[in-house]
């Protein structure tokens, strides 16, 4: 089945550093790609649509000046928290689709803990 | 509103038991569902779906059958293992992303 990558899995930085997690399909190619965000016991909080040769498309309340998103090529995807906080502390997911309309399924990446300090 | 709706846990029970987790949800016409499960630690998982209305999902002793005069999708399973703890959530498709419920944490005892 298709596999979605990420990296790093998980990532411990200070407060006021910048953070890069890139997010990757390995066996098929996605113009589209999603970033979620799931604090403890809760469920996931799209933050935003990430397309290819484009810009993204944010979520209400999320801001795009601090998750920064870019989709490099059909494959890539990479999000960066700009100047973390420790609010920013959460477990960050990808997914990319594959079909279309309203029978695509999502590949899921295993997601991406930041622990900011 | 909510486009999923999924019966809030947790959810305890012992080695072989039933389970049933409920799930409805909201949509025009009749999109995919699924169920994805996400054990401690990881990622969520597919753990089965369904593509149109009577379908019946399946997967690891779990089914799910795709109701749409309920408009529902509940998780059911004979009898669990303790391997089976984990978050469950039930979702839909949307024209390119997932329309999640807020999970049900499921802990099976010995």
């Known amino acids: 089945g298709a596999v979605v990558s990420q990296h790093p899995s998980r990532v411990i930085c200070k407060s006021g550093t910048s953070v890069k997690i890139e997010c990757r399909s390995l066996d098929f190619q996605a113009t589209t790609m999603f970033w979620y965000r799931q604090f403890p016991k809760q469920s996931l909080m799209l933050m935003a649509t990430?397309?290819?040769?484009?810009?993204?498309?944010?979520e209400q309340g999320v801001e795009k000046d601090k998750f920064l998103i870019n989709h490099a090529s059909l494959t890539l995807s990479t999000l960066t928290v700009t100047s973390a906080h420790p609010e920013d502390s959460s477990f960050y997911i990808c997914?990319?689709?594959?079909?279309?309309?309203?029978?695509?399924?999502?590949?899921f990446g295993p997601g991406t803990r930041l622990t900011v300090l | 509103g909510d486009s999923v709706t999924q019966m809030e846990g947790p959810v305890t029970l012992s080695e072989e038991a039933f389970l049933t987790i409920n799930c409805t949800y909201t949509a025009t016409g009749y999109p995919s569902l699924f169920w994805y499960v996400q054990y401690p630690g990881e990622g969520l998982q597919l753990l089965l779906k369904a593509t149109k209305a009577d379908d019946k999902g399946s997967n690891k002793g779990f089914e799910a059958t795709y109701r749409k005069e309920t408009t529902s999708f509940h998780l059911e399973k004979g009898s669990v293992q303790v391997s089976d703890s984990a978050v469950y959530f039930c979702?839909?498709?949307?024209?390119?992303?997932?329309?999640f419920g807020t999970g049900t944490r499921l802990t099976v005892i010995p």
């Open positions: 979702a839909r498709a949307g024209a390119n992303n997932l329309f």
């Open positions: 997914s990319a689709p594959r079909g279309s309309g309203g029978h695509n399924e999502q590949f």
């Open positions: 990430s397309n290819e040769g484009s810009k993204a498309t944010y």
